[in-house]
C-alpha cells in the first residue's frame, strides 16, 4: 500500500511538473480515459509493428479510430529525442534500458495500475535497475542480448547425440568440461564439415566486452554483485575465477587458425565471429542475438539450431548480460491519460503476440507471470525466450557523485579486452590480469565520480 501510494504522489507530482492533468482511470473498464480530441503517436523500430499497434489500438477503441498514430524511430537515443524534442516527439516511446535513468525528468510517472503491471509481468531486476529511485516511468517489454546456441545439424552429423537436459543443452556437452574435452580431442584430428576442416569449438569473445562477459561468470562472480555504484568487484577471487577458465579454454585450444595454431586473442572480437558462426556454420556452439536473422540463416544454410542457458564450469552456469527494450510516456504529451492508456494496451498479451509476430523481439516476462503468450511456430523465439531467463541484467546505476556517467562505463573504458587478450594468449597470469583490473578500475571511478 506504501508503495502504491508513493507511485500515486510521484505520478501528481510529474503531471503538475508538466503543468498536466494526471491520467484518470477507470475501474468498470480497468481502462484509462482518453481525452476528447486526442491524437497521440508511437515510436517504434518496426514499421510492420507500427503499423500492427495502430491496429489494436483502432479495435479496442472503435470511437476513438485514428487517434494513434505511428513514427519509424531506433530505440537508441530515443529518451535523449524526448528530451530535445519535447512534444515534438512521440508520445509513446520504445526505448532501451540503460537510456532511461538519464531522461527521467523527461518522462511521465507510469500510474499505479501500470507500475502494478511491471512489478507483477517482468522480471524483478529488469524493472527496478531501469527505473531512477523514487520514480517508475519505465516497464521492461522485449529481451535484448545474446543466448547460448548449438548447431543440431553439425553435431548429428558428426555422429554426437542432440538429446536435451531440462534446460535444453544436448547433455554430450551441457558443461565446459565436455566441450573443452571435445576441443582437445579435435587437435589432432579435425573434422570434416560441408567440405571444410571445423578449427572453433565455440568463438569467443574476449575484446569485444559485452560478448566476453559471461566468460568471467565462470566462477560466479558478477559485475556490481554487491549493488555498490563504486565497486564492480574485480578484486573478488571469482573474478579471478573467470580469467582461469579464459586461461583453460586456451590451454584446450577452443579455436585454431587454418594452421592448426592457436587464434590470437587480438583476433577474438565478438559480434563479427557471431555473424560468421551464424552465416557460415564455423562452429558447434556459440551466442546469437536478438538483432540476428537467427531463421533466415537456418532457412539459407539448410540447417537446425538450439537454444539454451549456457553450460556450466565447475556447477557454475555462465551468464551473458542482458537488457531490455520497453516502452516510455514522453513527459511533454498534451494527452497523459490517452497515452497511458495507449501504454496499458502495449503490455496486454495481445499487443505481446503481435510483438512476435511483427518484430525481431522477445517478450521479457517472468516466470509464473499472470500473462502468458503463445509463440505460435516460431519456436526459435520461444527457446530463445526460455534461455534469457538465465542471464544477467546489466546493472544500470550510476556514479554517486557524476550522473551522467554510468558506473557500467568502467568496464568499457578501461581495456578489459587486452586484458582477457594477454591471459588468453599466455602474456599474462590470471592473477597478474585481476591485478591490473584492479588498480585501472580504481584510477577511472575516482577519476570520473566527481
Request: glycine share 6%.
Given at each position: 500500500?506504501k508503495?502504491?501510494l508513493?507511485?500515486?504522489v510521484?505520478?501528481?507530482l510529474?503531471a503538475?511538473a508538466?503543468g498536466q492533468?494526471?491520467p484518470?482511470?477507470?475501474d468498470?473498464t480497468?481502462?484509462?480515459?482518453?481525452?476528447?480530441g486526442?491524437?497521440i503517436s508511437?515510436?517504434?523500430d518496426s514499421?510492420?509493428?507500427?503499423a500492427?499497434i495502430?491496429?489494436m489500438?483502432n479495435?479496442?477503441?472503435?470511437?476513438?479510430?485514428g487517434a494513434?498514430?505511428y513514427i519509424?524511430a531506433d530505440?537508441?537515443?530515443a529518451t535523449?529525442?524526448?528530451?530535445q524534442l519535447q512534444d515534438s516527439f512521440a508520445?509513446?516511446?520504445l526505448?532501451i534500458?540503460?537510456?532511461?535513468?538519464?531522461n527521467?525528468q523527461s518522462?511521465?510517472?507510469?500510474d499505479?495500475?501500470l507500475?502494478?503491471?511491471g512489478?507483477?509481468?517482468?522480471q524483478?531486476?529488469f524493472f527496478?535497475?531501469?527505473?531512477p529511485?523514487?520514480?517508475?516511468?519505465?516497464?521492461p517489454?522485449?529481451?535484448?542480448g545474446?543466448?547460448f546456441?548449438y548447431?543440431?545439424t553439425?553435431l548429428?552429423k558428426?555422429?554426437y547425440?542432440?538429446?536435451?537436459d531440462?534446460?535444453?543443452?544436448?547433455?554430450?556437452?551441457?558443461?565446459?568440461e565436455?566441450i573443452?574435452?571435445?576441443?582437445k580431442k579435435?587437435?589432432?584430428?579435425?573434422?570434416?564439415y560441408?567440405g571444410?576442416?571445423v578449427?572453433?569449438?565455440?568463438?569467443?569473445?574476449l575484446?569485444?566486452?559485452w560478448?566476453a562477459y559471461p566468460?568471467?561468470?565462470a566462477?560466479?562472480w558478477?559485475?556490481?554483485?554487491?549493488g555498490?555504484p563504486?565497486?564492480?568487484g574485480?578484486?573478488k577471487?571469482?573474478?579471478?575465477?573467470?580469467?582461469?577458465?579464459?586461461k583453460e579454454a586456451?590451454?584446450?585450444?577452443?579455436?585454431?587458425?587454418?594452421?592448426g595454431r592457436?587464434?590470437?586473442?587480438s583476433?577474438?572480437?565478438g559480434?563479427n565471429n557471431?555473424d560468421?558462426?551464424?552465416?557460415?556454420?564455423?562452429?558447434?556452439?556459440?551466442?546469437?542475438?536478438?538483432w540476428q536473422?537467427v531463421k533466415g540463416?537456418?532457412?539459407?544454410g539448410h540447417?537446425k539450431?538450439?537454444?539454451a542457458?549456457?553450460p556450466t564450469w565447475?556447477?557454475?552456469?555462465?551468464?551473458p548480460?542482458?537488457?531490455?527494450?520497453?516502452f516510455?510516456v514522453?513527459?511533454?504529451?498534451?494527452?497523459?491519460?490517452a497515452a497511458?492508456?495507449?501504454?496499458r494496451?502495449?503490455?496486454t498479451?495481445?499487443?505481446m503476440?503481435t510483438?512476435?509476430?511483427?518484430?525481431?523481439?522477445l517478450?521479457?516476462?517472468?516466470?509464473?507471470?499472470p500473462?502468458s503468450?503463445s509463440y505460435?511456430?516460431?519456436?526459435?523465439k520461444?527457446?530463445?525466450?526460455?534461455a534469457f531467463?538465465?542471464s544477467y541484467?546489466e546493472p544500470a546505476?550510476f556514479?554517486?557523485?557524476n550522473?551522467?556517467?554510468k558506473?557500467m562505463?568502467?568496464y568499457?573504458?578501461?581495456?578489459?579486452?587486452?586484458?582477457?587478450?594477454?591471459?588468453?594468449d599466455?602474456?599474462?597470469?590470471p592473477?597478474e590480469?585481476?591485478?591490473e583490473?584492479?588498480t585501472l578500475?580504481?584510477?577511472?571511478l575516482?577519476?570520473?565520480?566527481?
Amino acid at each position: 500500500m506504501k508503495i502504491i501510494l508513493a507511485v500515486f504522489v510521484s505520478l501528481m507530482l510529474t503531471a503538475a511538473a508538466f503543468g498536466q492533468s494526471a491520467p484518470v482511470w477507470i475501474d468498470s473498464t480497468h481502462s484509462f480515459a482518453i481525452e476528447p480530441g486526442a491524437k497521440i503517436s508511437v515510436a517504434v523500430d518496426s514499421d510492420a509493428w507500427g503499423a500492427a499497434i495502430v491496429a489494436m489500438w483502432n479495435k479496442a477503441h472503435p470511437n476513438h479510430q485514428g487517434a494513434v498514430t505511428y513514427i519509424h524511430a531506433d530505440a537508441t537515443g530515443a529518451t535523449d529525442k524526448i528530451s530535445q524534442l519535447q512534444d515534438s516527439f512521440a508520445d509513446v516511446v520504445l526505448a532501451i534500458d540503460s537510456e532511461v535513468s538519464r531522461n527521467a525528468q523527461s518522462l511521465l510517472a507510469l500510474d499505479p495500475h501500470l507500475v502494478w503491471l511491471g512489478q507483477h509481468v517482468t522480471q524483478p531486476p529488469f524493472f527496478e535497475n531501469a527505473n531512477p529511485a523514487g520514480s517508475y516511468v519505465y516497464i521492461p517489454l522485449a529481451y535484448n542480448g545474446m543466448v547460448f546456441a548449438y548447431n543440431k545439424t553439425m553435431l548429428e552429423k558428426l555422429g554426437y547425440s542432440v538429446r536435451t537436459d531440462d534446460v535444453n543443452l544436448p547433455r554430450e556437452f551441457n558443461t565446459w568440461e565436455k566441450i573443452f574435452a571435445l576441443a582437445k580431442k579435435w587437435k589432432n584430428d579435425r573434422p570434416f564439415y560441408r567440405g571444410k576442416h571445423v578449427n572453433i569449438v565455440f568463438p569467443m569473445s574476449l575484446t569485444e566486452v559485452w560478448s566476453a562477459y559471461p566468460s568471467l561468470t565462470a566462477d560466479g562472480w558478477e559485475i556490481y554483485g554487491d549493488g555498490n555504484p563504486l565497486d564492480p568487484g574485480f578484486e573478488k577471487a571469482s573474478f579471478r575465477g573467470g580469467l582461469d577458465f579464459i586461461k583453460e579454454a586456451s590451454k584446450a585450444d577452443l579455436w585454431v587458425l587454418a594452421n592448426g595454431r592457436r587464434i590470437p586473442g587480438s583476433s577474438m572480437t565478438g559480434l563479427n565471429n557471431w555473424d560468421d558462426w551464424l552465416n557460415n556454420q564455423t562452429a558447434p556452439f556459440s551466442l546469437v542475438g536478438t538483432w540476428q536473422d537467427v531463421k533466415g540463416a537456418m532457412e539459407k544454410g539448410h540447417y537446425k539450431l538450439g537454444f539454451a542457458a549456457m553450460p556450466t564450469w565447475q556447477g557454475n552456469r555462465l551468464t551473458p548480460f542482458v537488457g531490455t527494450k520497453g516502452f516510455v510516456v514522453n513527459g511533454f504529451t498534451h494527452y497523459p491519460s490517452a497515452a497511458e492508456e495507449l501504454y496499458r494496451l502495449l503490455y496486454t498479451r495481445e499487443a505481446m503476440e503481435t510483438m512476435i509476430k511483427t518484430s525481431s523481439y522477445l517478450p521479457a516476462l517472468r516466470k509464473n507471470s499472470p500473462i502468458s503468450v503463445s509463440y505460435g511456430n516460431d519456436w526459435v523465439k520461444e527457446e530463445m525466450a526460455k534461455a534469457f531467463q538465465y542471464s544477467y541484467p546489466e546493472p544500470a546505476y550510476f556514479l554517486p557523485n557524476n550522473q551522467y556517467r554510468k558506473a557500467m562505463d568502467v568496464y568499457y573504458n578501461i581495456p578489459m579486452g587486452q586484458i582477457y587478450s594477454d591471459v588468453w594468449d599466455g602474456k599474462k597470469t590470471p592473477a597478474e590480469g585481476q591485478a591490473e583490473a584492479v588498480t585501472l578500475a580504481k584510477k577511472w571511478l575516482a577519476d570520473n565520480n566527481k
